[in-house]
Nanobody, 120 residues
Framework: HVQLVESGGGSVQAGGSLRLSCAIS????????MGWFRQAPGKEREGVAA???????NVANSVKGRFTISKDNAKNTLYLQMDNLKPEDTAMYFC???????????????WGQGTQVTVS
């Protein structure tokens, strides 16, 4: 049974930084492709960044140059470093995993519960 647990969200002023973490358990971590998504109230969930098994990354244009996705295979943990945060980055952030390389598609099989990021 695959489980994803996000942490690291919080409230920050515009221009600040946060690092989100996503711990994954219940499966062979290195076989997963993973991604970060966010959903603001009244809006659809959108892909923010994705990382493949080989470490290749894909970052949404809206956060390119500000957000960085990475993973630590030894710790079974996915990260999202968010710099120069803007009020429009305010959302619930979710991590997701799948055996298929879905990039920024929302069709991932496994999802965490989310962590709130608020930028004022």
């Amino acid at each position: 049974h695959v489980q994803l647990v996000e942490s690291g969200g919080g409230s920050v002023q515009a221009g600040g930084s946060l690092r989100l973490s996503c711990a994954i358990s219940g499966g062979p971590y290195t076989t997963y492709c993973m991604g970060w998504f966010r959903q603001a109230p009244g809006k659809e969930r959108e892909g923010v960044a994705a990382i493949g098994r080989d470490g290749s990354t894909n970052v949404a244009n809206s956060v390119k140059g500000r957000f960085t996705i990475s993973k630590d295979n030894a710790k079974n943990t996915l990260y999202l470093q968010m710099d120069n945060l803007k009020p429009e980055d305010t959302a619930m952030y979710f991590c997701a995993a799948d055996f298929v390389n879905l990039q920024l598609s929302r069709h991932y099989s496994y999802w965490g519960q989310g962590t709130q990021v608020t930028v004022s």
